[in-house]
């Protein structure tokens, strides 16, 4: 079955301990991105990769950072997280930078700092 | 700079009305469009787009939307709203003219009564 991973599912932690999100896809996608949602803004992308070992930013990449060390995963690193980044994550991932169509998106990883 | 506006916070509808689900972009070329569906709990789900051609666009679970050049708008629509309907819209803009990084809009919670 084709999907999207993700772990955790929920996750509470405290203000400045690092973090990661894990990201896998099965579909050998070349595409992966992260997004937060948040009440009222809808889904905003944090980074982005095109391919392994490339990487860029979204439109709120501050204080994450990602890797692509391999084509199936995409983690989402929080080397010091903050209140503000208490959000609902999602990660996607799709065929290749226009292929819309076959994108899948996680279920998504719900995140407190306090 | 792209954006896309959805008017609607919530719609509330009866099973078995129609729908119609307001959404304007703002984009300097010819935009992608895009609707998604989140059900509670769970990731998005593509239900239609538009690149090009036909302006009526037809997706799964019976919606269809319909691109209007003129009005900037890319409404969504079904004939007759089931139960499992209810869940959160979002629409999204993207394009070539970019790096293919959507913008989505702040979404609409459809409720669904009996």
């Known amino acids: 079955e084709a999907q999207v991973t993700q772990n955790p599912r929920y996750l509470i932690t405290v203000t400045g301990k690092k973090l990661t999100v894990t990201c896998s896809q099965n579909m050998n996608h070349e595409y992966m991105s992260w997004y937060r949602q948040d009440p009222g803004l809808g889904l905003r992308q944090i980074y982005y990769s095109m391919n392994v070992e490339v990487t860029d930013k979204g439109d709120v990449p501050e204080g994450y950072k990602v890797s692509r060390k391999e084509k199936r995963n995409f983690p989402l690193i929080l080397e010091s997280p903050s209140p503000n980044q208490t959000s609902l994550y999602f990660c996607?991932?799709?065929?290749?930078?226009?292929?819309?169509?076959?994108?899948?998106f996680g279920p998504g990883t719900r995140l407190l700092v306090l | 700079a792209q954006s896309v506006t959805q008017p609607d916070i919530h719609i509330t509808v009866s099973e078995g009305a129609s729908l119609e689900l307001r959404c304007n972009y703002s984009y300097g070329a010819t935009p992608y469009l895009f609707w998604y569906v989140q059900s509670p709990g769970q990731g998005l789900q593509l239900l239609l787009k538009y690149f090009s051609g036909d302006t009526l666009v037809q997706g799964i679970k019976g919606f269809e939307a319909e691109f209007k050049r003129s009005q900037s708008s890319f409404n969504l629509r079904k004939p007759s709203v089931h139960w499992s309907d209810a869940a959160e819209y979002f629409c999204?803009?993207?394009?070539?003219?970019?790096?293919?990084?959507?913008?989505f809009g702040r979404g609409t919670s459809l409720i669904v009564h009996p």
């Open positions: 996607a991932s799709r065929k290749g930078l226009g292929d819309f169509e076959t994108q899948y």
């Open positions: 999204a803009v993207g394009g070539s003219g970019g790096s293919y990084i959507p913008t």
